[in-house]
């Protein structure tokens, strides 16, 4: 398969997404509640059905693993559309502009194409597996800082964090005493790619969903950087509850500072 052809396709199902998050930003009407601090709105849902009707334009055989609609269709193994049509929509649904449209293709179980759209600043970045990892066409690589007490840190806290507030806590606090800065942005797919092109040195978050990160994580580790869980396995989005993202240089610090309430 073309993945070139396959990643043009993508990046004109993200810029159609974006029209329709533009297109309603600060004019939300409906927000809805999937769980506690969790929300969709009218335009997560607009903007994932012009993604996925331009997908199967091109591609009608092709599977479909989507936030709001789910799974249609693909094996584990056949081609398949990871989509995420607004990541942030806490910060969508508060008119803050800080979100991302996030399409990952995978074949045979493996990510072979990455699209991390945000459609407020114009910035796309993108990868196909083995080519490097892109901003508006430009290689990025992830920055050369080599500890963590010189690095800016970004995390992110799961939706049920009321329920696991120790252990997220815990973990904040050892980084955020060991690093230069610390950050929360709202939108993992930003988190990740702001990594990869080295606006950030680190990133850590739990039970994240594979739309979540399937693009990101492929930007990421195209532009040189490590994804891994707590414990330094390799992340694998279908199956870690876990995810450290980093240059690569701060990796086993941020392993050494994420696992140490797990001694104790």
Known sequence: MKLEAVKRIGVAAAYKGAGVLLSRFGRVEQIREKGRND???EADTG??????ETIRRAFPDHGILAEESGQDGGGADGPCWIIDPLDGTTNYAHRLGIFSISLA???EGEV??????DPFRGELFSAVCGRGACLNSRPVQVSNAARVAESLLVTGFPYNVGAVLDPVMTRFSNCLKA?????RLGSAALDLCY???GRFDGFWESYLKPWDTAA???I??????RATDFADHPYNGRQSLHLLATNGRIHQEMVSLLSAEESK
């Open 195 to 197: 990594v990869a092109c």
């Open 220 to 225: 990421l580790r195209e532009a040189g950087g």
């Open 39 to 41: 929300l969709v709105t």
């Open 179 to 183: 690093a230069q800065g610390m950050r």
């Open 105 to 107: 293709f995978s074949l």
């Open 47 to 52: 903007a994932e059905r012009v993604v996925i």
């Open 112 to 117: 072979q194409v990455g699209i991390v759209l």
């Open 216 to 218: 990101g994580v492929l």
